[in-house]
C-alpha cells in the first residue's frame, strides 16, 4: 500500500474519538468560518447521513462549532465549544437533513454575521480530510489543504485569464482551478488551490479587475491573510 504523506498513517491531532466525526468536522466549521471572513453571529448547522445519526454520541456537533470559533483539531476547548459560542453571542441551531447525502459524513453550515452570510456544504472524507462541494448555491471542490482563494466575480471574458495572470506574476503557483457559473453573462466562482499564499498586495490587484465581486481566503494551517477581511 502506498501512502501519499505521513499525515494519510497518522492522521491529525485531534480532540475526541474519531477522524471523521470530530477533526474533520471542526475543519469544516473552520472553513466556512473563514469564508464568512468575520465572526459569525448565527449559525444554522444541518447534519446528514452518518454525521445526523451519530453526531452527538461523536461530538460532531461539539467540533463543527469549535472550527467555528477558530479551534483547530487538537484544541482541548472543543468539548466546551458550545457553551463557549453562547457566551460569545454565537446563536447556534443543530438539525438533521433528510435528502440524499452527497457522502456518509455530510454537513451544511449557514452563518450570518455583522456584515454577511455565507452557505456551505462539505463533506468529512476520513482521516481528518474534507471535501467542501459547495459555496452560496455554486458547485466547488476544495479540501482546505493547501492555500486556497474563492473569488466571486462576473461572467465576463477574460476574467479567468486575468485571475490567473495576476497570481502568475505575484509568483503564486496554482495548484488546481475550477470555476462554477450561475449562468450565461451572470456570477461566476473560480476555486483556486496555490502552492503558496496570496499577500496582501496580490489580492489587491485582484480586486482591482472590475469583473472582480468579492475574494475569500481559505488558510488553515496559518492565519489568513489579513487580505480576505471584508
Known sequence: ?????????IGPAMVGPSSSHTAGAARLG??????????????????YGSFADTY??????LAVVGGLLDYDTDDA??????????????????GKGSLAAIHPNTVTIKLTGRN????????????????????????????????????RHSDRPGTVAAIASTLEHGGINIATMTVDR?????????VLETDQPAGDDV???????????????VQLTA????????
Not at 459555496?135 to 482563494?149: D, E, H, K, Q, R
Open 116 to 151: 454577511g452570510a455565507v452557505e456551505m456544504t462539505g463533506c468529512s472524507i476520513g482521516g481528518g480530510n474534507v471535501a467542501v462541494a459547495a459555496v452560496n448555491g455554486f458547485s466547488v471542490s476544495f479540501s482546505g489543504a493547501s492555500p486556497t482563494l474563492i473569488v
Open 182 to 190: 450561475k449562468g450565461r453573462n451572470g456570477e461566476a466562482l473560480s
Open 1 to 9: 500500500m502506498r501512502f501519499k504523506d505521513v499525515f494519510s498513517i
Open 77 to 94: 476547548r472543543i468539548p466546551d465549544s458550545l457553551a463557549e459560542a453562547k457566551a460569545q453571542g454565537l446563536e447556534v441551531a443543530i
Open 30 to 47: 473552520r472553513i466556512a468560518r473563514q469564508l464568512l471572513a468575520e465572526p459569525p453571529l448565527r449559525a444554522d448547522i444541518t447534519f
Open 223 to 230: 492565519t489568513a491573510s489579513e487580505g480576505d477581511r471584508p
Open 203 to 217: 489580492l489587491a490587484r485582484l480586486r482591482q479587475w472590475p469583473a472582480v465581486l468579492d475574494i475569500r481566503v
Open 56 to 61: 452527538r454520541g461523536h461530538g460532531t456537533d
